[in-house]
Structures are given as structure tokens and as C-alpha cells.
């Protein structure tokens, strides 16, 4: 059996492939990013995962694709984990941009990803290119979802909320000064929580104080994360990939074309074109 992961910050999607009967099972735990969380924290989220752990002796193979997994000291310490839960298993670690670029396109283009965090590279159609380092969400992640989960909590907090949104906000979520604190600074991943907070962003984007939040956000994404390959932008297209480029493609396309940029695609979940491409190189293999 062929194990498959795409994890972000906030959720890790498992697609485990019976390469003799090509059936698939899909699993979804926590998010496992090893910049957020340690050895311990990780293990015990996969082995919350009852199919993972009734399975761990069968896999023979783990591609594990992930947020913070971009340095090698990242893919070691993950590849020990991995080997530790799935002991029969070849373990190959790659960073998350590496499963952006191969459940996007197999051509040369720039892709970029919106989702809890952010980030970009360009491909070349051999070897992928940074130009950026992500220095997390502390510091980066422009126009991701916790980007605009601490723009609506700053709002909120520094009293700009219109009424209406913040009667809904406060509604919506626990707003308890305490609570908060303790989310962003004492418990694991704070990228994850303030992420969470985007749906609401979604939800009320008709609103034109969301507009306006979502137009600084998105300009952002371009300014800081796409502009640095505006060279190899004038011959290839533009991919983005992740749930918050989804769910604002509208708004980044109208930028992408006010800023000349053609975009290929929105891939709100590249997992399941690495499942298509697993199970054709599988089917290839046993015929």
C-alpha cells in the first residue's frame, strides 16, 4: 500500500492506495507542520487516525508532502517520525509547494499558494524555484487565512468593525480576550487558529468593509509574492492553489488582470490530482 499526505497547517489529508485492487481510501487529520509542532505532538495525530494505525504495518511507501518541510533538518526529523509509525514503509518528504507544483501542472509556470499560510515558487518543469523565504505566519503569509484572521481580530479589537459585522463576529466566535491569548501563544499551532477565523471573511465578503480588507490582502499576495517573478510571468501562466485563493478567485483575478498576469488554475485541494497521477502510474505498472 502507497500512503500519500498533503498537509498544511491546519489539516493533513491522507490518501492510502491498495495498488493491487486500486482502491482508495481518503483519511483527514490535524494539520502536521513540524515548524509548529514536536515529535510527540505529531505522532499523536496520527495515531488518532484508527485507519492509520490498523493499516501502519501494510504501507510500503509514504510520500509525505508538507507545510514547513521546505529546510532538510524539517524532512529528517519528519522522515523519523514516519519511519517510527510506519515501520515497513520508504519514507520521501517534500515540502508543501513541491505537491502545489506536481497536482497543478507538469509545465513550466508560477504557482502560488493561499491557504492557512502562503507562499510561492516558480517550475521550471524539472526543479522548483524560490525566490522568497517564508518566514511563517509571525512574520509572512500575506493574504492567507490567518492573515485575515488577525486583520478581522485587529479590527475588531482596535473597535473599526462596523456594528453589523460585529454583532455577526461576535457571534460567531468566542471572543474572550483570555481565550484568545492562550490560542495564539500557550497552545499548538497558532497559524491554524487565527486561520479559522477566515470563514468569516468568506461568509460576509459582500460587505465593503470586507472588500476592502480582502483588496489589501490580495494586493499583497501580489506585491510580495508573485511580483518577484514577474519576468517568467510575461511566457508562463499563473496557478493558485489552497482553499482562501479558491474561495477569493474572483479578486485575484481581477488584480492578475489589472496587473497583466494570466492565470492558469484554482486548485483548492492538489491532493486529489496526486491521487489521479498515482493511480495512472500504478495502473501503468501492473499492466
Given at each position: 500500500m502507497i500512503l500519500t499526505a498533503d498537509s498544511g497547517s491546519t489539516k493533513c489529508d491522507w490518501i492510502l492506495l491498495n495498488v493491487e485492487t486500486g482502491?482508495?481510501?481518503?483519511?483527514?487529520?490535524?494539520?502536521?507542520?513540524?515548524?509548529?509542532?514536536?515529535?510527540?505532538?505529531?505522532?499523536?495525530?496520527?495515531?488518532q487516525s484508527p485507519e492509520l494505525i490498523?493499516?501502519?504495518?501494510?504501507i510500503s511507501k509514504v510520500n509525505f508532502y508538507g507545510a514547513g518541510c521546505g529546510d532538510?533538518?524539517?524532512?529528517?526529523?519528519?522522515?523519523?517520525?514516519?519511519?517510527e509509525v510506519f515501520p515497513n514503509a520508504f519514507i520521501n518528504v517534500y515540502e508543501d509547494?513541491?505537491?502545489?507544483?506536481?497536482?497543478?501542472?507538469?509545465?513550466?509556470?508560477?504557482?502560488?499558494?493561499?491557504g492557512t499560510g502562503s507562499n510561492s515558487c516558480y517550475?521550471?518543469?524539472?526543479?522548483?524555484?524560490?525566490?522568497?523565504?517564508?518566514?511563517?505566519?509571525?512574520?509572512?503569509?500575506?493574504?492567507?487565512?490567518?492573515?485575515?484572521?488577525k486583520e478581522l481580530?485587529?479590527?475588531?479589537?482596535?473597535?473599526?468593525?462596523?456594528?453589523?459585522?460585529?454583532?455577526?463576529?461576535?457571534?460567531?466566535?468566542?471572543?474572550?480576550?483570555?481565550?484568545?491569548?492562550?490560542?495564539?501563544?500557550?497552545?499548538?499551532?497558532?497559524?491554524?487558529?487565527?486561520?479559522?477565523?477566515?470563514?468569516?471573511?468568506?461568509?460576509?465578503?459582500?460587505?465593503?468593509?470586507i472588500q476592502e480588507m480582502i483588496k489589501k490582502g490580495v494586493c499583497q499576495i501580489f506585491d510580495n509574492l508573485i511580483n518577484p517573478y514577474a519576468l517568467e510571468l510575461k511566457k508562463v501562466p499563473l496557478h493558485f492553489v489552497g482553499t482562501i485563493a479558491y474561495f477569493l478567485q474572483q479578486d485575484i483575478l481581477q488584480?492578475?488582470?489589472?496587473?497583466?498576469?494570466?492565470?492558469?488554475?484554482?486548485?483548492?485541494?492538489p491532493i486529489d490530482n496526486l491521487i489521479s497521477k498515482l493511480c495512472s502510474s500504478s495502473r501503468t505498472q501492473m499492466s
Open positions: 482502491i482508495i481510501t481518503k483519511i483527514r487529520t490535524k494539520g502536521i507542520n513540524p515548524k509548529l509542532l514536536n515529535k510527540k505532538q505529531i505522532i499523536q495525530i496520527i495515531k490498523q493499516l501502519k504495518e501494510s532538510q533538518k524539517a524532512k529528517d526529523g519528519i522522515t523519523d517520525i514516519l519511519k509547494l513541491a505537491a502545489a507544483v506536481f497536482g497543478t501542472t507538469d509545465k513550466h509556470a508560477v504557482i502560488c499558494i493561499v517550475y521550471d518543469g524539472d526543479k522548483i524555484h524560490r525566490r522568497i523565504t517564508s518566514l511563517g505566519f509571525l512574520v509572512m503569509d500575506d493574504g492567507s487565512g490567518n492573515y485575515f484572521g481580530l485587529r479590527a475588531f479589537f482596535y473597535k473599526k468593525t462596523p456594528s453589523i459585522l460585529k454583532y455577526k463576529f461576535s457571534k460567531s466566535f468566542n471572543l474572550n480576550e483570555n481565550i484568545i491569548l492562550e490560542n495564539l501563544y500557550e497552545k499548538e499551532n497558532g497559524s491554524g487558529y487565527l486561520a479559522n477565523y477566515a470563514v468569516f471573511l468568506i461568509e460576509n465578503r459582500s460587505h465593503p468593509f488584480e492578475a488582470n489589472k496587473r497583466g498576469y494570466k492565470v492558469g488554475s484554482f486548485v483548492k485541494a
